[in-house]
């Protein structure tokens, strides 16, 4: 099995920018690995995905850009522009097995990083 852990989060004003970085513990990333985010009382929600595309939820498009280094076997999401209402805990998710559909969803990740706390001041 591949352990995605992640690293990068912290405190940014808004306007600001951060680089949160998904390392692979075990084996190497193969299928679809992606960055959701959680507040306090909702539901995760899917923010970007990387395969050999990219995908990336409405409210991230132009400010977010996920990006992914096979010889370091680690998947990044570079957070531009940021807004108070970014503020979440991110969490990278991976495939075991590829599923094309539904890649927005998170019943299609097996394996989830702990997440990483990423607070934008206004």
């Known amino acids: 099995q591949v352990q995605p852990v992640e690293s990068g989060g912290g405190l940014v004003q808004a306007g600001g920018s951060l680089r949160l970085s998904c390392a692979a513990s075990g084996r190497t990333f193969s299928n679809y690995v992606a960055w959701f985010r959680q507040t306090p009382g909702k539901d995760r929600e899917f923010v970007a995905a990387?395969?050999?595309?990219?995908f990336y939820a409405d409210y991230v498009k132009g400010r977010f850009t996920i990006s992914r280094d096979n010889a370091k076997n680690t998947v990044y999401l570079q957070m531009n522009s940021l807004k108070p209402e970014d503020t979440a805990v991110y969490y990278c998710?991976?495939?075991?097995?590829?599923?094309?559909?539904?890649?927005?969803?998170?019943?299609?990740?097996?394996?989830w990083g702990q997440g990483t706390q990423v607070t934008v001041s206004s």
């Open positions: 990387i395969r050999y595309s990219t």
């Open positions: 998710a991976a495939q075991e097995r590829l599923r094309v559909g539904l890649i927005t969803g998170v019943g299609s990740y097996d394996y």
